[in-house]
């Protein structure tokens, strides 16, 4: 069973599924986020983690475009919570067979905690204006996910290693003449979608903060506006970047640590 909803919603997609599947399937996290895999443990006893780099655009029902020619994605996969076995080594192989970069890999969780440091800035980019400064933010926001991550012993794969990986299989090109606007996050604004990824996403980091005592005013900012702009459908790229430099100073101000309102 491939597992490829949002994160938020897949505690409702595994209960479905462990009432009509047996509890030995093999169910693959096909997902941002780090916390789909221990969901997935509690239900079923063989659980594999799919590390997804995939730049693609999904805006209308039906339609997804793979912005990535002629390797549309890389997708490594490992046994939960590490290891690889004959599963993961035949599901590593259909996916190249099917056109994408794929590997087994036995620390598969160590890269999707790299890939959670680089999903923390998808709320940026659903929530901001376009300004040089999201750089800026976006560096904040990681430096928090890095420090969070180390105080709780939770290893990751460095930046040149995520570099290695990638080299130059993934290639963004037009489809049809057009170009990928935004991620994921941003997609499911412009979709007007009621829910988005962020609780999963900055919301890891929050959490793990909170466990072990750092500060996070910078990922719960943009967890609060991702999640506020998704319930009320507002449009991608809204809220100028200083706005929200102004709300994380006022969280960092707060005992509680959470900003006191939001635009």
Known sequence: MLLTVKSQDSAASLRALAASAPADVSVLCA??????????????SNVYGVCVMLPATHLEA?????????????????????????????????????GFDSRAVPDVMRWKHTKLLMNIGNAIEAVCEPSPRQDELDELARREGEACLRAA????????EDRARRGELLRLKPVEGRVREGGSSWQSLARSADA???DY????????????????PVNETLRQL???????RRPP???PVDEVLRLIADAARSPS???????
Not at 153 to 160: I, K, L, R, T
Request: aromatic content about 4%; hydrophobic content about 40%.
């Open 31 to 44: 997902q941002n986020g780090v916390d789909n895999e221990r969901q997935a443990l509690r239900l079923f």
């Open 62 to 98: 039906g339609v997804v475009q793979a912005n990535s020619a002629p390797t549309p994605g890389l997708l490594d996969v490992g046994r939960y919570p590490g290891g690889v076995d004959e599963t993961a080594g035949s599901i590593a192989e259909a996916f190249a067979a099917s």
């Open 153 to 160: 012993g939770v290893d990751f794969a460095s930046a040149e």
């Open 196 to 198: 988005i990824e962020a």
């Open 201 to 216: 996403l900055n919301g890891e980091i929050v959490l793990l903060g909170r466990l072990h005592g750092i500060p996070t």
């Open 226 to 232: 991702a999640n506020r702009m998704a319930r009320e």
């Open 237 to 239: 790229g809204t809220v």
């Open 257 to 263: 640590g959470v900003p006191s309102g939001a635009p």
